[in-house]
């Protein structure tokens, strides 16, 4: 299995909605990421993942929370959301420190927040 | 903090080569990479420089300097397949990836 699956691939969700993203590989990778991508923009970078703790936040709002309940699951959950969250999700994974091998990223999850 | 800088649009006939560029600005470098990206689908990786020189995989080719902290995406054989965009993406660290503003190719017959 060479993929990272992401659940939902839609969802709309209010302004004082709870929801979560869910990320899933079983290539063995121990390195996670969630980046966030707007139209026409590049992926930016959210939170790594590394052995299953959370390695480096990248100043992202606590309405965003981030969890890795084992090696091949990473999740996003979301509270209190604004318009302007809206965007494409994207989950990755990597071999941990090996660059050379690339990231392996999901199709996302397209959010948008009413 | 880092800055990675691509033309924006490029646009190459079918058959030709074309050489996307890649000029960044970074504390602390591991290494460059680059990644395609069809609208709608996901990144998919193309390549990566840790060290000066050229990398080739297939059609593929990509070139890094690191003292002018520049590269390049070269892709040969242009197919209309290869209408995407390509993002250069530097890593700081052993386990980060930030992407470059990203070029957008457009393949004509």
């Known amino acids: 299995d060479t993929e990272v699956t992401q659940t939902p691939k839609h969802l709309v969700m209010g302004m004082t909605n709870k929801k979560s993203l869910k990320c899933e590989q079983h290539m063995g990778h121990r390195a996670m990421y969630w980046y966030k991508q707007k139209a026409k923009k590049p992926p930016e970078l959210m939170f790594v993942?590394?052995?299953?703790?959370?390695?480096i936040n990248e100043s992202v709002p606590s309405r965003f929370s981030p969890e890795c309940p084992n090696s091949s699951l990473l999740n996003l959950h979301l509270h209190a959301l604004q318009p302007e969250d809206s965007a494409l999700y994207l989950c990755a994974s990597s071999q941990e420190g090996q660059l050379f091998y690339g990231y392996t990223f999901g199709s996302g999850t397209r959010l948008t927040v009413v | 903090g880092q800055s990675l800088e691509q033309p924006s649009e490029v646009t190459a006939v079918e058959g030709a080569i074309v050489q996307i560029n890649c000029t960044y600005q970074t504390s602390g470098f591991y290494g460059l990479s680059w990644y395609q990206q069809h609208d709608g689908g996901a990144p998919t990786f193309l390549s990566y420089?840790?060290?000066?020189g050229l990398e080739e995989t297939g059609r593929f080719s990509s070139f890094l300097s690191r003292s002018d902290s520049y590269g390049y995406l070269l892709l040969q054989e242009l197919q209309m397949k290869d209408s995407a965009s390509y993002f250069c993406a530097v890593s700081t660290g052993a386990n980060n990836l930030f992407f470059g503003t990203g070029t957008r190719l457009t393949v004509i017959p």
């Open positions: 993942y590394s052995y299953e703790k959370l390695s």
């Open positions: 420089n840790a060290l000066d």
